[in-house]
């Protein structure tokens, strides 16, 4: 299946891209990871988002998409693949079919997990992290430390990312919508979209997701 994510901040993207990619045998491509590989591996690509980025300049699309393309073309995602973080514009989704039409496939759905606007703010606003150790995340009230302010895992300190206030979040919501709804409204003219609630535990919001795609994959 060839499978596009979406989701505002905070609905747990990550974490049920890399389920979901498991689930179906597919690899997870974020943009996030192609970023990474490409400065890296110190690829062109990555040399010329690397200029943009140090220039404090947003990389501009024809860069990401190249990237993806080059991606995309490798073995492993021949038969499939989840994308989380691209398309981001719709500019990039048009992008995007003009490169899969060329290979002859098409997209299967385009998975919308939606989340409330005030469960984000709660979600985000009471994420902890720990300073020696970015991966010991912790939640105020979903998943609080045993000891307020000390990471359970190696005594670290616990602290507040400033791109987790109220207020940061509410803004980065805004952007989401004013970028990414027009995406959701480009594909839902294709009749691909495919909403479902991430509430709940992540295992169920998995299993939600895995039913709707079949649904679609059916219909
Ligand atoms: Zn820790």
Same mark, same amino acid.
């Given at each position: 299946m060839r499978i596009v994510l979406? !989701?505002?901040? !905070?609905? &747990? *993207? &990550?974490? =049920? @891209?890399?389920?979901?990619?498991?689930?179906? #045998?597919?690899?997870?491509?974020?943009? &996030?990871d192609l970023f990474r590989a490409n400065i890296s591996q110190g690829t062109d690509l990555g040399k010329q988002a690397r200029a943009y980025m140090d220039a404090g300049q947003l990389v501009p699309d024809e860069v990401t998409i190249a990237m993806a393309k080059d991606r995309m073309s490798q073995q492993d995602a021949v038969n499939g693949f989840l994308l989380d973080g691209f398309p981001r514009n719709? !500019? =990039?989704? @048009?992008?995007?079919?003009?490169?899969?039409?060329?290979? !002859?496939? *098409?997209?299967?759905?385009?998975?919308?997990?939606?989340?409330?606007?005030?469960?984000?703010? *709660?979600r985000i606003a009471g994420r902890r992290i720990c300073r020696n150790d970015s991966a010991h995340v912790f939640h105020v009230t979903y998943n609080p430390p045993k000891s307020e302010g000390v990471c359970d895992a190696c005594g670290g300190e616990l602290y507040q990312r400033d791109d987790d206030t109220e207020e940061t979040v509410r803004t980065r919501l805004e952007v989401y919508h004013t970028q990414t709804e027009p995406i959701i409204d480009f594909y839902r003219a =294709? &009749?691909?979209?495919?909403?479902? #609630?991430?509430l709940g535990k992540v295992t169920e919001v998995t299993e939600r997701a895995m039913e709707a795609l079949k649904k679609s994959d059916e219909g």
């Open positions: 979406v !989701g505002p901040p !905070g609905a &747990g *993207k &990550g974490t =049920q @891209a890399a389920f979901l990619a498991k689930n179906l #045998s597919i690899p997870h491509i974020s943009t &996030g719709v !500019g =990039q989704a @048009a992008a995007l079919d003009t490169m899969l039409l060329s290979e !002859g496939v *098409k997209l299967d759905a385009v998975l919308d997990l939606e989340v409330p606007e005030d469960e984000v703010v *709660k =294709q &009749g691909l979209v495919v909403t479902i #609630s991430a």
